[in-house]
């Protein structure tokens, strides 16, 4: 399985054909210590507008009340960091699609990733599941 060859070929693919590559693959099954497998992208304010309208159309998370994408935590920052894709063991999405991933303690791995141009494999915890 190679997410980062995916991801370098198809970088701005929809989250539904990730999902659909993730099955084909059968990711989440082969690796049996993932709960979860998806990708983040470094979002500038000037494009907040267009990544909040491509989630609505199909979400790498859960939208708010009436298909709203809310960043969260709320506030203006100099960049954002969303999950662009998403695929998760039982369907479980403990995040919702407007959550910075760069509002705390991965801000530094994944901009260093950004600025070094290689991918970053990082854990997140999820309840008491890392």
């Known amino acids: 399985m190679s997410t980062a060859a995916f991801v370098a070929g198809n970088p701005h693919a929809p989250n539904r054909q990730f999902v659909g590559w993730a099955r084909r693959v059968q990711a989440i099954e082969r690796y049996p210590e993932l709960l979860g497998l998806g990708d983040a992208v470094i979002v500038a304010p000037s494009r907040l507008r267009a990544f909040a309208a491509a989630a609505r159309r199909d979400p790498a998370g859960a939208l708010g009340a009436g298909g709203?994408?809310?960043?969260?935590?709320?506030?203006?920052?100099?960049?954002?960091?969303?999950?662009?894709?998403?695929?998760?063991?039982?369907?479980?999405?403990?995040?919702p699609a407007g959550f910075d991933w760069c509002d705390g303690p991965l801000r530094e791995p994944l901009l260093t990733a950004r600025d070094s141009g290689a991918s970053a494999y990082l854990p997140i915890r999820l309840g008491s599941a890392r």
């Not at 203006?76 to 969303?82: D, I, K, N």
């Open 68 to 95: 709203t994408f809310t960043v969260s935590p709320l506030g203006h920052r100099a960049v954002y960091c969303f999950t662009q894709n998403q695929v998760s063991r039982g369907g479980r999405n403990s995040y």
